[in-house]
């Protein structure tokens, strides 16, 4: 999606808007990041290693670093007993199977889950390297009966010790049968050296590592485990986890020190960005985005039903009100409670605080509306009203608590590590509910973003919840505080739901893909939540993501509206920036929707009380509507996989193993006929969590597919021709070429369906076509493109302003041109091919940006406001005239004020990518591109003062250097 950089204020600037850190790992933010986080004067704000960007540039890279190196590649028996399974196998770096299934592995075991997994590991000692003594040794971690099976996860020892990163196996077990494995397990099973090195060394390490000091930490643990490496052993480590202390600027590591040598082995970045009847006033989706002055639309929720309120809720775990603290069994009277403990976080050393005590225990704080009200006047912090912060806490404390209660019902529970103060069922540690901060840093000025830091069970996790404000050079969203919208709070819940449930209680999600799926889920299931209770935040469906937030209720912080998203896995890396987890996370996105509507198709959605009663745990899974169904796999899912490491394709695995355990195995060719139409089918390839390019495949293992074969005609029948499936071409994969000289094949294999492809070949340019794959067709994808006549490849010559002039000319969408000192009326000349005269007929124009390039004309990150937004097209005929002379030249064809239209709140990815136009025919040796208007400069939902802070400009066109840059990617001419 394309970004706006961040650019410092002018010196006029009393205070700046600091659009916040957003990490994703453990931790991860709801919002694309970029530009570096800056604290206000007076802070101190320490660096996150490897961080740079903030949230509207969605370029932050993960401080996630393992420096463990090498591979213990699997031995050739190992392999020999793998290709036995019958099943495709993954290898973790350990050298044991990283994903196995899904599949009847094994039969015949006890009846026993536990016993059975361990009855399977010593079975098969030659393939995971365990003998009976090291299973034996393995410590339970987790047993969870799905449907008629269960998920067993458990843990290496080795010697005294227990592993502290990977060293996990889970196994899925149904009626003494094996149906899949994911492991992190090494072969290695010795026990390490002992530490030479004291915890204080190891916690000083660290401290350095993460580029803190001692002062800039609040807390912090340090314990000794073991860290299995592929080729140096095992070895003694210190697990020590940072929680930071400066709440502007949230910072939280665990950091695995090796107790021998002092070098850090692992680090993983944890930001990831007296009435018996208490009630609470609240937003359960999303304020009306026009509520007038004084109007105050809330409804009360309580502890018990009552004639007074909409709704009545308690904790599951308890069945006690959400303000009593377990520990004394009392009402807190105040945002405080078992699972969530909220507070108003304005930062520049202001304090932490409760809402106001109530000891009615009605927590039914006034609220005016006050930041959207005052157009994001920073008076409104000084004001009585103090910014409407006790009303924002309430409900950030009572949406908290919704998230903690509906997950529960769905399996997130103390067994497998949720959010609790008190774990009243003696499972998992406790001590640990959701630190909710609101309207985060407001007095530093960090503004337009949210995020969650999630470490081990047993710790606190963190969420921060930002007020939003229009910036110039982007993002411009309202001015609204983000505590009020659901589809954010549920968004940043849902990560510490999957960094829990997911690869056991210590250690959480890493790898980009499995970053992208952290993203996507947050999405889908605060999208879920509200779907489920009949609640509706702002959106063209109901399926858009910060509407409420952004403004924009096309597709609100996203691309694309989940529901509406044509994106696969052959578009890793499409986004303008490149490889980017929010971006790429649209792709499970999509994928994950794809498969609840057919099961909603298979199912039906039932009645709104059908669906409540399955939202609060009244009604098992296998009776519920098809959405129920696809959301309880998903949970399910989370405990299938051990290993941190993980890619879309071992999720597939697990949605599938997940169907067996929990309905029978009734949807297997239901589930892989969408992640088939998602490039996740039978053939799909990834070397693992990290890889950006995986391999995609339209096939389903179930059969029934079409065979295509690409057939180019007309003047393309020579061409090298690329088909990719989906909208996108620059960093996408395609799935076929007629290229000889590749090993990619002219041939593939589709599920029944239709398809938007895209075909791209050098000196031919772009076309955009539909093919229809029918079951068991056999047949072939006729490929007529005409000639690019402004292609170099063609023969064209360009000329004219700006920098990169050849790459506008180059056949794909991966290069641009750009103008750095100037828009309007800046372009490029390109004289065609062999300089006669030749009809003119259509242009193809791209305004898509690409990722910072080191040392090119244009090198640095590209703000998405200075896309191409409008253009001319002029010809001339040297033949005729003379082409030296600008009154010599006719202009053919002024495009729409909003040819490449943006958005509200931000110009999104969809809007800029390559699309045609048709000019009326003309005759021509040259023609000209002119520059009209970039998004920043012609953009409205970018121009102007858009708010009433003194301290800040809003208007791109006159506050922001994308004011002076434009870039196009492509510019294509054809004949017919």
Not at 286 to 301: C, E, F, H, I
Not at 423 to 433: H, P, R, T
Not at 634 to 653: G, I, K, P, W
Not at 933 to 951: H, K, L, V
Request: proline share 7%.
């Amino acid at each position: 999606m394309p970004r706006p950089e961040w650019t410092p204020r002018t010196s006029r600037h009393r205070r700046r808007l600091v659009p916040v850190l957003a990490t994703a790992a453990v931790v991860a933010a709801l919002l694309p990041g970029g530009g570096t986080a800056t604290a206000a004067p007076g802070d101190t704000a320490a660096p996150a290693p490897g961080r740079s960007g903030s949230f509207a540039d969605d370029r932050h890279q993960g401080a996630d670093v393992d420096n463990r190196t090498g591979t213990a590649a699997p031995d050739a028996r190992q392999r020999s007993l793998a290709r036995a399974t019958g099943v495709p196998v993954r290898w973790n770096r350990l050298g044991t199977p990283h994903a196995l299934g899904p599949a009847r592995l094994a039969t015949g075991l006890p009846a026993d889950p536990e016993a059975a997994a361990r009855r399977y590991l010593t079975q098969q000692r030659d393939l995971f390297g365990l003998d009976a003594d090291a299973v034996a040794a393995l410590d339970r971690l987790l047993v969870r009966p799905v449907g008629d099976g269960a998920v067993v996860t458990l843990r290496q020892r080795f010697g005294d010790l227990s592993a502290g990163h990977d060293g996990l196996v889970t196994v899925a077990v149904a009626d003494g049968t094996v149906l899949s494995v994911s492991s992190s397990l090494s072969r290695d099973t010795s026990a390490p050296a002992p530490a030479t090195r004291t915890a204080a060394q190891a916690y000083d390490a660290a401290l350095a590592d993460a580029g803190l000091d001692a002062a800039g930490v609040a807390s912090h643990q340090v314990r000794p485990v073991v860290v299995p490496t592929p080729l140096d052993g095992n070895r003694t480590a210190y697990e020590v986890t940072l929680i930071g202390r400066d709440s502007d600027h949230p910072a939280a590591f665990t950091t695995y020190v090796d107790a021998i040598s002092g070098k850090v082995l692992i680090r993983e970045d944890l930001v990831d960005f007296d009435s018996d009847n208490p009630s609470w006033a609240v937003y359960p989706a999303t304020p009306p985005q026009d509520l007038a002055p004084g109007q105050d639309p809330r409804v009360r929720w309580c502890a018990s039903p009552a004639p007074d309120c909409v709704a009545a809720f308690r904790d599951p775990a308890s069945g006690q009100p959400w303000d009593v603290d377990l520990a004394t069994g009392a009402p807190t009277g105040t945002t405080r409670g078992n699972s969530a403990n909220t507070v108003v976080s304005w930062g520049a050393g202001s304090p932490l605080v409760n809402a106001p005590a109530r000891p009615d225990r009605r927590y039914e704080y006034p609220f005016t509306d006050q930041w959207h009200q005052s157009r994001c006047n920073p008076a409104a912090f000084t004001s009585a009203q103090r910014n409407d912060a006790d009303a924002a806490t309430a409900n950030l404390f009572a949406m908290h608590n919704r998230m903690h209660d509906w997950a529960w019902h769905l399996g997130f529970t103390e067994a497998t590590w949720n959010l609790q103060a008190v774990n009243v069922s003696g499972a998992g540690l406790g001590g640990d509910a959701e630190q909710g901060r609101a309207q985060q840093g407001a007095l530093s000025g960090n503004r337009n973003n949210a995020n969650q830091s999630t470490p081990r069970d047993g710790l606190p996790p963190t969420t921060n919840m930002y007020l939003w404000q229009p910036q110039a050079g982007g993002p411009y969203p309202p001015c609204v505080d983000g505590d009020y919208d659901m589809t954010v709070i549920g968004h940043e819940y849902t990560h510490a739901i999957t960094n829990r449930m997911i690869a056991g209680p210590d250690s959480g999600i890493s790898g980009h893909q499995g970053g992208a799926m952290g993203e996507s889920w947050s999405d889908l299931l605060a999208a879920e939540y509200l779907y489920e209770h009949g609640l509706r935040a702002p959106g063209e469906t109901p399926f858009v993501t910060g509407g409420y937030v952004t403004g924009n209720l096309v597709s609100g912080i996203r691309n694309y509206d989940l529901s509406r998203s044509p994106l696969n896995y052959s578009d890793v890396g499409y986004n303008t920036g490149g490889p980017a987890v929010h971006a790429d996370g649209e792709i499970w996105g999509a994928t994950n929707f794809r498969i609840r509507a057919a099961l909603v198709k298979k199912y039906g959605l039932g009645t709104p009380a059908r669906q409540l009663d399955c939202a609060q745990g009244r009604v098992a899974a296998e009776n519920c509507p098809g959405n129920r169904r696809w959301v309880q796999l998903v949970f399910d899912s989370f405990l299938l996989q051990a290993a941190s490491q993980v890619s879309m394709l071992d999720m597939r695995d697990n949605l599938l193993t997940a169907d067996r355990l929990r309905f029978g195995g009734a949807n297997q060719e239901l589930i892989w006929a969408e992640f088939a139409r998602s490039g996740m089918g039978r053939d799909a390839a990834t070397v693992g969590a990290a890889d950006t390019d995986p391999t995609p495949s339209f096939a389903s293992p179930s059969g029934g597919n079409a065979t295509l074969t690409l057939r180019p005609r007309g003047d393309s029948t020579d061409a090298p021709i690329r088909l990719y499936v989906g909208d996108y071409e620059a960093r996408a994969t395609p799935v076929a070429d007629t290229d000889p000289a590749t090993p990619l094949p002219a041939t593939f294999e589709a599920v029944a369906g239709t398809y938007q492809v895209l075909a791209v070949a050098p000196g031919f340019g772009h076309q955009r076509l539909e093919v229809v794959a029918k079951a068991g067709q056999q047949g072939y994808v006729d490929l007529r493109l005409s000639r690019n006549l402004a292609s170099t490849t063609s023969g064209a010559t360009i000329t004219g302003d700006g920098v990169n002039l050849d790459r506008i000319g180059d056949d794909t969408e991966a290069t641009n041109w750009a103008s750095l000192t100037g828009v309007a009326g800046k372009g490029v000349t390109v004289t065609l091919p062999g300089g006669t005269p030749q009809p003119v007929q259509r242009v193809n124009v791209s305004a898509m940006l690409r990722p910072a390039i080191t040392g090119d004309a244009d090198p640095g990150a590209q703000n998405a406001l200075s896309a191409l937004r409008s253009f001319a097209v002029s010809t001339c005929d040297a033949s005729t005239t003379d082409c030296a002379d600008p009154a010599r030249w006719t202009r053919v064809y002024t495009s729409a004020d909003d040819a490449f239209p943006g958005g509200k709140y931000r110009a999104y990815s969809r809007d800029i990518i390559l699309r045609s136009f048709r000019v009326p025919t003309t005759v021509a040796t040259h023609v000209r591109l002119e520059v009209l208007a970039s998004q920043c400069t012609g953009g409205p939902a970018y121009a102007g003062e858009q708010d009433d802070d003194p301290a800040t400009q809003t208007d791109c066109a006159t506050a922001s250097p994308a004011r002076d840059q434009v870039r196009v990617a492509e510019f294509q001419v054809f004949g017919k």
